[in-house]
């Protein structure tokens, strides 16, 4: 939840959504490491607070068809 939060931040720029997914992983933090698995999706979160993440714009007249192949080939990929 969190994590999707930090997400809707960053697109809609909205700083107070990513201040609250902060102060919620560092309220989740000090019990990770005894009951990691139980936490996974908060330690994907700090992975990404860690190492931070990349975003595209992808913007022009052909955008959306640009997008799609990109998508086609990253699916490709994996």
Same mark, same amino acid.
């Given at each position: =939840?969190?994590?999707?939060? &930090? &997400?809707? %931040?960053?697109?809609?720029? #909205? /700083?107070? +959504?990513?201040?609250?997914?902060?102060?919620?992983?560092? #309220?989740?933090?000090?019990?990770? !490491?005894? +009951? %990691?698995?139980? +936490?996974? *999706?908060?330690? =994907?979160?700090?992975?990404?607070?860690?190492? %931070?993440? *990349? /975003?595209? !714009?992808?913007? %022009?007249?052909?955008?959306?068809?640009?997008?799609?192949?990109?998508? &086609?080939?990253?699916?490709?990929? &994996?």
């Amino acid at each position: =939840m969190a994590r999707n939060l &930090k &997400k809707l %931040g960053l697109l809609f720029d #909205n /700083e107070q +959504y990513i201040e609250i997914a902060a102060q919620q992983l560092r #309220n989740i933090m000090p019990h990770m !490491a005894k +009951y %990691g698995s139980a +936490y996974s *999706n908060w330690a =994907m979160l700090l992975l990404d607070e860690v190492f %931070g993440t *990349n /975003e595209v !714009a992808i913007v %022009g007249a052909d955008a959306e068809v640009f997008r799609l192949d990109i998508e &086609k080939i990253t699916s490709l990929i &994996k």
